[in-house]
C-alpha cells in the first residue's frame, strides 16, 4: 500500500499578487508614481502644463520599466544578479578561492 499524498500548502512561498504585480514589485511602482506626481507638481509653477507631465511622467515610467523588466516573473535578486555580473563579471558564479572551512575564512 502506497500512502496518501495530502496538500498542506507548508512549502508556499509565494509574496502574493496585487493586479497581478508580485509582491514588493507594486511598492515600486506606487514609490515611481508618488515621485511623479510631486515631480509634476514642482515643475508646474513653472513650465508650461505639456512640460511638467512629460517631464513627471519619467519616475513612474522608468520604475515600471524596471520592475516589468528586471523583476516581475523574474528569479529572486536576477536584478542584483545582472548588474553585479555587468559590473564585476561575477553574479552567477561561485567564488574563485573557497575556502577550506566555510566557518573559518582564513583556513
Known amino acids: 500500500m502506497s500512502k496518501a499524498m495530502v496538500q498542506t500548502h507548508a512549502g508556499d512561498d509565494s509574496d502574493g499578487r496585487i493586479w497581478g504585480i ?6 515600486f511602482i506606487l514609490a515611481g508614481l508618488l515621485l511623479s506626481v510631486g515631480l509634476a507638481l514642482l515643475l508646474v509653477r513653472h513650465h508650461p502644463p505639456v512640460f511638467s507631465i512629460g517631464v513627471g511622467m519619467l519616475p513612474f ?17 536576477y536584478d542584483t544578479d545582472l548588474l553585479e555580473t555587468l559590473v564585476a563579471g561575477t553574479g ?12 573559518n575564512e582564513s583556513a
Open 92 to 103: 552567477w558564479m561561485a567564488p574563485a578561492q573557497q575556502p577550506r572551512n566555510p566557518l
Open 22 to 27: 508580485e509582491g514588493m514589485n507594486i511598492l
Open 61 to 77: 515610467v522608468l520604475t515600471t520599466a524596471y520592475v516589468f523588466a528586471l523583476r516581475q516573473g523574474k528569479p529572486k535578486s
